[in-house]
């Protein structure tokens, strides 16, 4: 079946440019997670979504990182007026939800490239 | 607040031989541990998870690890390493929360499996 997919895959920005990244969770997957991968480096945790809720944002490094989720589903991470230290890879995960079930899934990814 | 380490950036066994990659962690309550795989240019992929239960679980790919908890380890291993188990490989932890279960990731383990 169809799994996590993300848009684009690469993207290079100008600082101080506004950007948008789509992720399409598994049908049906309630949990949406959005994660960053600097070079080199484990994933770190962003932000998470129940269905349309985002219950945590805590893992957003400031105020120009925004996401979104509103009918559930499609999600949309946007950084406005991007710097350098944004270049990243930007993973987002969903889960079904269900007890027992916390293993998340994976997209490829967008590549994020600031210059 | 939840950590992991991977004291391992990179593990090298011929083709054949067992393959280990180590991880510990530090967590306050009961943790729920995850290993995940990475090829290039891909997403994270799911291996195994530990929830409950038996200490040893058994994942994809012939992958199995053991949870320690005096140790607070759950080390990857398998049994003989095949050239395409080459990548990169990440541990996380997280604790089951009504807020969601956010992630925490090692480093990662660069396995690189020689013929």
């Known amino acids: 079946g169809a799994g996590v997919s993300q848009s684009p895959r690469y993207k290079v920005a100008k600082r101080g440019q506004d950007v948008a990244l789509r992720c399409d969770p598994i049908?049906?997957?309630?949990?949406l997670f959005w994660y960053q991968q600097a070079l080199g480096q484990g994933p770190e945790f962003l932000t998470y979504?129940?269905?349309?809720?985002?219950?945590?944002k805590s893992g957003l490094p400031s105020d120009r990182f925004f996401a979104e989720r509103p009918e559930g589903s499609v999600s949309t991470l946007k950084i406005q007026r991007t710097q350098q230290e944004d270049s990243a890879v930007y993973l987002c995960?969903?889960?079904?939800?269900?007890?027992?079930?916390?293993?998340?899934?994976f997209g490829p990814g967008t590549r994020l490239t600031v210059t | 607040a939840q950590s992991v380490a991977q004291p391992e950036d990179q593990v090298n066994v011929a083709e054949g031989n067992p393959l280990t990659v180590k991880c510990t962690y530090s967590?306050?309550?009961?943790?729920?541990l995850f290993w995940y795989v990475q090829y290039p240019n891909r997403g994270l992929q799911f291996l195994l998870k530990?929830?409950?239960?038996?200490?040893l679980v058994k994942g994809s790919y012939g992958f199995e690890a053991e949870f320690n908890k005096s140790q607070t380890s759950f080390h990857l291993k398998k049994p003989s390493a095949l050239v395409s188990d080459s990548a990169l490989y990440f541990c996380?932890?997280?604790?089951?929360?009504?807020?969601?279960?956010?992630?925490?990731f090692g480093g990662g383990t660069r396995v690189l499996v020689k013929p």
């Open positions: 995960a969903s889960s079904p939800g269900l007890a027992h079930s916390y293993e998340q899934y």
């Open positions: 979504f129940q269905n349309e809720a985002q219950l945590d």
């Open positions: 967590v306050s309550g009961n943790p729920y």
């Open positions: 996380a932890v997280t604790l089951i929360k009504a807020a969601g279960n956010k992630l925490t």
């Open positions: 049908s049906g997957h309630v949990s």
């Open positions: 530990y929830i409950t239960g038996d200490n």
